[in-house]
């Protein structure tokens, strides 16, 4: 397949973060430490691709930052103007083109389409568009 | 912003992979053990979001794997059928409903808006999505 610089991509989300996070004033400041731990719920037609996920496993959960400035490339890492205007792609902003998120979590717990996940410092609401094992060794298949 | 569950979200490719890997022969099968280096050519209007780059930074590059098929839920473990069917959402497999690739890499050198980056199993002309400081500690930033 070729192709083009105009070309896009269109991501559906395969879940949600019920989270007790509900906006920035709930956050905590510096990634994800003091993070509470989140439920994700699958969609309901992908929770088939949860077949032998476990308590205690290592997640790469990729979260689409819908509330996030898309039209930002430089800014001051931490929002702190004395440090120097960085581009985004050396920083771990949500403000970038393309505005996903990555967070190493673990499996607290599985309740069918439901898995409690942590720690996570995510809005509730945010679509999930993608989860992965942490692991690059474990489960690499071909195709 | 309310989100439901049939909202999809527009991904733009923010560069390409322009490797020596070609195709599925030239690829290691394990990992990105025995990859090589390639360039990665950001696109000219997102140049800008690479201020500050510098050779030796660990980087995570995401990569929209645009050859996966996006209807597989489950599969065997590197393809191997002896291995019991497993979830896409605890595997790496390239199939998956949003193929999003995670690649850890390392910055070789850095060209105006190409920079050299490896190992990276990644085939020419992978789109590349976003790219992310590999450390969540450095650089996060509140907008």
Known sequence: MKLDEMSTFALEPVGFIRSTVKGRADAPRQGAEGAPDAWLEIEPRFADSLLGMEVGYELIVITWLHEANR???????????????????????????????????????????????????????TPVVDIKSASTRADVTAD
């Not at 004395?82 to 499996?107: D, E, I, K, M, Q």
């Open 71 to 125: 039209d930002v490339l430089q800014n001051h890492p931490r929002g702190d103007e004395s440090r120097p205007l960085t581009g985004v792609f050396y920083t771990r902003s949500p403000a970038r083109p393309n505005p996903l998120g990555l967070h190493p979590v673990t499996v607290r717990e599985i309740d069918r389409a439901r898995i409690k996940i942590g720690p996570i410092e995510a809005f509730d609401g």
